[in-house]
């Protein structure tokens, strides 16, 4: 068994074994050739992609070319966005689970999965993180916001106590490429404002919202070193207190529940997810394939801010995190305790 020295769990994968959709607006992959593809909504290209979205053999090699030993590959979150949304066909997210079952099967264990989850009003939701751990994953990738619910609604509770009863992985990541959510639109501000206000968003919805509080096995990771929360929570955390209801020492304790990956494009940051999470609540992040060589400067940035300071240790704590957030803890020798 491969020594688990470097374990990133941001990465999204899209097979091309999946049959076509019944559903013509349905995210499909497109492989032009070998080389290159595209995912197709309608008659839309979303985003023209490599062969290293949907080829697990060339998935490896660029790990390896890394010094990444295993990743968690999720589904790409427009097809995630889709499979939860109102009126999808439920067999949509289950073919999604089974695509990215095969791909960590067929990986000699360096591959792990998060499944997808059918909309919510399907009823087949719950039955759905049953059978993704059935499958061998280790749990499910959400959005910042399930259609128009907030993380702390109240219809999610079943879904949060599903997942915390059969110790499911929820790794959360920012919807509709940050579209929305600031009052200026398109890029830079999509991508570099409005998703990390998302996901700031949702991590205070399970911290103020009672989420964690209520379910105290819940294993949560968010994208994007959790967005602007680590910056924004002691001003959340003074607000919240106004009303004089809550002791902000228990905050502090369920913000350490919460990990965070290093996906924050400066290695001086990862200083501040320490200080707000924990040591232990770091996790390495690539977003692969979609930024380019970003598992190399992925691994790059960890091992620079371990000799700067910023992080006390190098890849292979991070990988401890992992294993910890993905319930793996003891089933993978890790042999690397400080740098790669």
Not at 214 to 230: M, S
Request: hydrophobic share 45%; glycine share 12%; proline share 6%.
């Amino acid at each position: 068994m491969l020594a688990a020295t470097a374990v990133d769990v941001h990465a999204h994968y899209l097979g091309h074994d999946l049959p076509e959709p019944a559903d013509p607006r349905a995210p499909r992959l497109v492989a032009d050739d070998g080389e290159r593809g595209r995912i197709v909504c309608g008659d839309e290209t979303f985003r023209v992609v490599t062969a290293d979205l949907w080829d697990a053999g060339r998935r490896l090699y660029a790990m390896d070319a890394a010094g990444i030993s295993h990743q968690v590959i999720s589904p790409v979150p427009v097809t995630m966005e889709y499979a939860c949304g109102a009126g999808a066909d439920p067999a949509y997210a289950a073919r999604m689970n089974d695509s990215i079952a095969a791909a960590c099967a067929g990986s000699g264990g360096r591959l792990f999965g998060l499944g997808c989850l059918p909309a919510l009003d399907t009823g087949a939701a719950l039955g759905e993180v049953a059978r993704c751990l059935e499958l061998g994953l280790r749990g499910i990738e959400i959005g910042t916001r399930i259609g128009v619910l907030d993380l702390d609604a109240p219809e999610l509770d079943p879904l949060w106590a599903a997942c915390d009863r059969g110790g499911a992985a929820v790794f959360v990541h920012p919807v509709l490429g940050g579209r929305g959510v600031v009052r200026r639109s398109g890029q830079p501000f999509d991508l570099g404002l409005g998703m990390l206000a998302d996901t700031a968003i949702a991590a205070s919805a399970l911290v103020f919202g009672g989420v964690l509080e209520r379910y105290p096995g819940l294993r949560v990771a968010l994208a994007h070193g959790c967005g602007a929360f680590p910056w924004a929570y002691p001003r959340l955390r003074v607000a919240a207190g106004l009303g004089g209801t809550s002791d902000p020492a228990v905050w502090d304790g369920l913000v350490r529940r919460l990990y965070a990956d290093t996906l924050v494009f400066d290695d001086e940051h990862l200083r501040l997810l320490v200080h707000r999470f924990g040591a232990d609540r770091v996790v390495l992040g690539s977003d692969a394939p979609f930024f380019p060589d970003q598992m190399r400067e992925s691994m790059r940035s960890v091992d620079a801010a371990w000799r700067s300071g910023a992080l006390p240790a190098g890849a292979g704590a991070l990988a401890r995190n992992a294993l910890e957030f993905l319930g793996l803890t003891g089933e993978f020798c890790n042999t690397d305790d400080e740098g790669r």
